[in-house]
């Protein structure tokens, strides 16, 4: 039997207690290029999978490195912190919240049913609760990237 290393939340990058076994998906992989550690397989970035760094183009040239002891790899599934947050973040959107990603961070979030910025999105696009909505936001309006306390600051919509 292979051997079952420890994991990761793929989502939040919390410690996991499960164990899984190094595949092809979730190995540590070295970039030919820069040298940028990557676990698991690099993220899809557009239409590619990419070095996030040198954004070398993943493939035969990626080989499977071996992981030190205190190494972990990311688990199949995201963690129970992570599953809760999805769900409130559902029933948000559903009352009339508006997804947010931003392009720049890769931060996600939701704008809240009475926020300006959810409510003004749903009357421009013609989306009523509780159809699904979201927006792309860059780091010149993400919350996150001008650490803007949500409420206080609205970022505007683009
Ligand atoms: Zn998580
Ligand atoms: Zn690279
Ligand atoms: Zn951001």
Redesign the pocket.
């Known amino acids: 039997m292979a051997e079952l290393v420890r994991t990761f ?6 410690d996991s207690d499960t164990k899984i076994a190094v595949t092809p998906e979730n190995a540590k992989y070295k970039c030919p290029e820069c040298g940028s550690i990557h676990y698991g397989i690099p993220k899809q970035r557009g239409p590619h999978r990419t070095c996030f760094r040198c954004e070398l183009l993943f493939g035969d040239n990626w080989v499977p490195a071996a992981l030190a002891d205190w190494e972990r790899i990311p688990s199949d599934n ?6 809760e ?1 999805i769900a409130k973040m559902e029933d948000t959107v559903k009352r009339g919240g508006v997804y947010w990603r931003c392009e720049d961070c890769s931060t996600t979030g939701t704008f809240p049913p009475d926020h300006s910025i959810a409510i003004e999105a749903r009357k421009k696009l013609g989306a009523p609760a509780p159809d699904k909505l979201g927006l792309d936001l860059n780091k010149d309006n993400c919350p996150v990237c001008n650490k803007i306390i949500m409420g206080l600051d609205d970022p505007t919509l683009t």
Do not use: A, D, F, L
Not at 9 to 14: D, E, I, L, V, W
């Open positions: 939340c793929p989502r939040c990058g919390r995201i963690c129970t912190v992570c599953e947050e």
